[in-house]
């Protein structure tokens, strides 16, 4: 977690392609947990609305499935909560566009997720919010708080 950072930049069409995510944990993974009767975890994170739709020549181009149509979101969603908890930062900060689109990133993804899963942070607390996340779900580990972080995204327990 020491590693992650938010970057900036991108966008222009008014949502990004969080379900990509969703897709990816679909039908590119295998987890153990799922043979223990448990869902993983997808987290994303961003500050933009939540896509309509995967458009299927970009996603096929990247993953190599043979997809024939765009992938649409609330169907990809169902699918994707079967297996796993589902839960995405909205980060607000000076650095993003989390003030512009407020209202549509609570509306998009409210669709799917409530306030439990649909959380709202800043860039000095995304790491203690995933620690928090993962072990609130029952991964067996003690949740600690982040000091700080430095300039150069190192954490400082």
């Known amino acids: 977690l020491d590693k992650i950072y938010f970057e900036g930049g991108g966008g222009g069409n008014d949502f990004e392609s969080y379900t990509g995510a969703w897709y990816f944990g679909l039908r590119h993974t295998k987890l153990d947990c799922w043979n223990r009767g448990k869902k993983g975890i997808i987290i994303t994170m961003g500050d933009e609305p939540l896509n309509p739709y995967l458009p299927y020549s970009q996603l096929s181009a990247v993953t190599g499935d043979g997809i024939q149509g765009n992938i649409e ?48 942070v800043s860039l000095d607390n995304i790491a203690n919010t995933i620690v928090n996340i993962v072990c609130n779900s029952g991964a067996g580990c003690v949740s600690t708080t982040v000091e700080s972080i430095n300039t150069n995204g190192e954490i400082s327990w």
């Open 73 to 120: 979101t609330p169907a990809l969603y169902k699918s994707a909560a079967e297996k796993f908890n589902i839960y995405h930062l909205a980060v607000k900060d000076r650095e993003t566009s989390y003030d512009r689109y407020a209202s549509k990133i609570k509306a998009s993804f409210g669709q799917y997720l409530d306030k439990d899963h649909l959380i709202t």
